[in-house]
């Protein structure tokens, strides 16, 4: 191990990467800065309105997660639609498209046991498309859309946000219908009033019974005509359904859980009671509820989870919250804790399929955090580059660097330039010539609006304790300079404290667009300098 100093940073070199295992056999943590997924390649996990199902299969149970993605060619907020699956809820493997030919908003599934068939429900052209699998990972083929309440289309309202789930043999859909049309729209805000509501399904799952029910506090105010993005479970015998307030794909809204006793749901007459579990949701939208099941005990926590969109208005940024709801003695939910720093311990079973993954993250020598507070930073058009290095702890050949990093709009390619070098001191002195280890220039149609990872290919022989370094940046390297580039590229930065980074070598570094001068009155100052407590998401890969 070798310990060094340079600008106040104790540099150390050593040790190979560990990934800090955020589950131990029968429990999971959940963390409020955690909010980006990532799956076992390192690509953010490309799933916006979440929903996380437990189901056995004839290879075994595990979690699938499905969404809607952002990262695909011609995606909208309609799809296509995407899953995943994991037996310990950290690591998820990529199950590519749900299907070929149908698109929707927020996919529900659930699993009909006399058909043995798996129904997904898609929210598209103001109603519910279904279609039916043998498995829940993809294949899912149409059969129809379904029908709903009469009086819904015949009010003139519009079938939007919903959920479907099962409780024994019975299921359910919860869906929010929206007035267009409603003399009550402001003009500020809102643009339209939606009501919650109940309908039972057939016992196919494949369509409903045509009666529908509205899920409503008896004041049947402002906030029960704002419902929209529900899930339902069910807890001691009472129906919950939750949901936010109108707020399309934003960053916060209320969270408002309505509960009714069972048996005996849905009925007109249902009383249903409200309770506001958080002004703004944690900075989220929920979009479920994964019940989890502790093995030993057959307690069953209610875990929350809410889309974020960190870091601002591009929806492809989508991050989650998950907590454990917390109830009160009349069934009622607690607050949600948005602390920062709140994280908690869930007991789950995990999944028994054979799950040996596979994906690049797995074969990393090198990398940032597995977890960690990442944070999308977008300022390439500020920086001729930005230097991320490390401490190479294996000797071998080093066959790729991976970034993540999201595009869109932008009219400059992105350069990631691989390099060895011989030690920090000397990579910021004037005319220090590194040695390039190879490099890929990436156009913005090669990268997606989601923090998938651009991959540089490599062959370079490198050596453990090596230190190694990349430049990322606009391609000509000239940032702002480059005159009518006016959209950065993103990268996800973590604050490295408590990390252990610098002692892997890991440093950041930026270069101010046209900065290639000393600077300072004495003129002694480089212009590549440390970011301080920063480091970028990366992984290198030596076999
Ligand atoms: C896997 O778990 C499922 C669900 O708990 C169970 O039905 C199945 O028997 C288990 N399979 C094995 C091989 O343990
Ligand atoms: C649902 O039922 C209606 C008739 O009530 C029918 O027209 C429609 O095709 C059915 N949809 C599906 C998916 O079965
Ligand atoms: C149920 O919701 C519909 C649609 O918003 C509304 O017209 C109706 O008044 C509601 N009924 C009750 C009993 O709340
Ligand atoms: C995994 O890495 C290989 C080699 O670098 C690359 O070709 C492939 O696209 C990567 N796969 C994913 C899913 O990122
Ligand atoms: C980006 O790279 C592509 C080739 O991959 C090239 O055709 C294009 O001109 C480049 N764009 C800019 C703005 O340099
Ligand atoms: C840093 O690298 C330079 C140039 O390769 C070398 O001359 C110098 O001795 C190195 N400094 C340390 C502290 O290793
Ligand atoms: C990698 O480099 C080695 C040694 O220079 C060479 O023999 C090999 O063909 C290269 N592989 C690729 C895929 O370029």
């Not at 993005?229 to 309505?258: E, H, K, L, Q």
């Not at 993250?361 to 001729?384: E, G, H, I």
Request: net charge negative; proline share 5%.
């Amino acid at each position: 191990m070798v310990t060094s100093t340079w600008m106040g940073l104790a540099l150390t070199a050593s040790l190979a990467y560990a990934s800090k295992a955020s589950t131990s056999s029968n429990t999971v943590t959940f963390a409020n800065d955690n909010e980006f997924l990532f799956d076992v390649d390192g690509n953010q996990i490309d799933a916006y309105a979440t929903k996380i199902n437990y189901f056995t299969t004839s290879e075994g149970s595990q979690y699938y997660l499905y969404g809607i993605s952002f990262a695909s060619p011609g995606s909208t907020g309609d799809g296509p639609l995407t899953s995943y699956s994991s037996v310990d809820l950290v690591n998820w493997k990529y199950n590519g498209l749900l299907s070929e030919t149908v698109g929707g908003g927020r996919p529900h599934v659930v699993y009909n046991a006399a058909t043995k068939k798996y129904v997904l429900w898609v929210n598209i052209d103001g109603g519910y498309q279904v279609a039916t699998s043998s498995s829940p990972a993809g294949g899912f083929v149409s059969v129809g859309d379904a029908a709903i309440d009469p009086s819904v289309s015949a009010a003139g309202l519009i079938g939007a946000d919903h959920s479907v789930a099962t409780f024994g043999e019975q299921a359910y859909l919860a869906y929010s219908t929206l007035n267009f049309a409603d003399p009550r729209a402001g003009s500020l805000w809102p643009p339209i009033f939606q009501t919650m509501h109940l309908s039972p399904l057939t016992s196919d799952f494949t369509n409903t019974t045509l009666q529908g029910y509205n899920v409503t506090s008896a004041a049947f105010d402002d906030v029960d005509q704002q419902t929209e993005s529900p899930d339902m479970f069910m807890r001691d015998n009472t129906m919950y359904v939750v949901t936010s307030n109108t707020c399309g794909f934003c960053s916060g809204s209320i969270g408002a859980v309505y509960r009714a006793a069972t048996p005996g749901l849905p009925t007109a007459s249902t009383k249903w009671k409200r309770n506001i579990v958080s002004g703004y949701s944690c900075g989220g939208q929920v979009e479920g509820v994964l019940p989890l099941t502790d093995p030993a005990t057959g307690k069953v926590t209610y875990v929350w989870h809410s889309t974020t969109v960190p870091g601002g208005p591009r929806v492809g940024f989508s991050g989650h919250i998950f907590q454990p709801l917390q109830f009160a003695a009349d069934g009622s939910v607690l607050d949600l804790d948005c602390r920062p720093s709140k994280t908690w311990q869930v007991p789950f079973t995990p999944g028994n399929v054979s799950a040996a993954y596979t994906g690049n993250l797995t074969k990393a020598t090198d990398a940032s955090p597995r977890f960690a507070n990442y944070q999308p930073v977008c300022d390439s058009d500020r920086y001729s580059a930005l230097y991320q290095t490390w401490t190479n702890s294996k000797a071998g050949v080093l066959r790729s660097v991976s970034v993540n990093v999201a595009a869109g709009g932008n009219n400059a390619n992105l350069t990631i330039s691989v390099f060895a070098f011989s030690n920090l001191t000397a990579l910021v002195a004037p005319s220090y010539k590194y040695t390039l280890l190879g490099s890929a220039t990436f156009s913005p149609d090669q990268l997606t609006q989601v923090f998938g990872t651009a991959i540089v290919p490599l062959n370079a022989t490198v050596q453990a304790g090596q230190m190694l370094g990349f430049a990322f940046g606009e391609a000509g390297g000239t940032g702002a300079f480059n005159l009518g580039n006016f959209i950065p590229y993103c990268h996800l930065e973590y604050d490295t404290s408590g990390h252990g980074s610098e002692s892997k070598g890991q440093v950041l570094l930026q270069q101010g667009s046209g900065q290639n001068s000393f600077r300072g009155i004495r003129g002694t100052t480089s212009p590549v300098t440390v970011r301080h407590g920063k480091g970028i998401k990366f992984f290198a890969t030596v076999e």
